[in-house]
């Protein structure tokens, strides 16, 4: 199985700050990567897909980079509601696997 | 617009079996590729199976044998049987749809599926 392994497991940051999450695969995943945005209490919701590719209605503070088995989330300009957990995943074979989650908190 | 609706969740013994339903609105659940993925209470995601537009179908080794996916064209409705429960299966249980077979796109508001003497 391919492991994912985010970085950190949490951080503190205040409204208007830019955050960096990272994600390292335990082989190479080409371009198979995605990360989601996990409110408490709500379902994952699909941000970025293919490494760097944002969803429609994603805003474009959201940014993802990488390749192979290094990735990297970045939020410019946090905004309230981006305080939540965000989980990488690959999909270059299965099992199908997530990063252990990073809960990006207020300061 | 697209919607997934989760029922069937619930309390259920170790050893016990419970089928997950997931009504799908706004797309076609045949045409596109239908995934469970799982978080124990407190926990990360963890990915449970897919059926892919063809029927195939694959699954997490820590359900293989136990759980079964299928769907219902007619209603339209997706299914996760679930065989054998232990108690490391207790999860809210997702259904989730996608244009692909990599990434989740149309996320339901999950069931909890609890697993307990």
């Known amino acids: 199985d391919i492991q994912m392994t985010q970085s950190p497991s949490s951080v503190s940051a205040s409204v208007g700050d830019r955050v960096t999450i990272t994600c390292r695969a335990s082989?190479?995943?080409?371009?198979?990567l995605a990360w989601y945005q996990q409110r408490p209490g709500k379902a994952p919701k699909l941000l970025i897909y293919s490494i760097s590719s944002l969803l429609s209605g994603v805003p474009s503070r959201f940014s993802g980079s990488g390749s192979g088995t290094d990735f990297t989330l970045t939020i410019s300009g946090l905004q309230p509601e981006d305080f939540a957990t965000y989980y990488c995943q690959q999909a270059n074979s299965f099992p199908r696997t997530f990063g252990q989650g990073t809960k990006l908190e207020i300061k | 617009e697209v919607q997934l609706v989760e029922t069937g969740g619930g309390l259920i013994q170790p050893g016990g079996s419970l089928r997950l339903s997931c009504a799908a609105s706004?797309?076609?659940?045949?045409?596109?590729?239908m995934t469970w993925v799982r978080q124990a209470p407190g926990k990360g995601l963890e990915w449970v199976s897919i059926?892919?537009?063809?029927?195939?179908?694959y699954f997490a080794d820590s359900v293989k044998g136990r759980f079964t996916i299928s769907r219902d064209n007619s209603k339209n409705t997706l299914y996760l049987q679930m065989n054998s429960l232990r108690a490391e299966d207790t999860a809210v249980y997702y259904c989730v749809g996608a244009p692909n077979a990599y990434f989740f796109d149309y996320w339901g508001q999950g069931t909890l599926v609890t697993v307990s003497s």
């Open positions: 082989q190479d995943i080409s371009n198979r």
């Open positions: 059926i892919y537009s063809d029927g195939r179908t």
């Open positions: 706004g797309f076609t659940v045949s045409s596109e590729y």
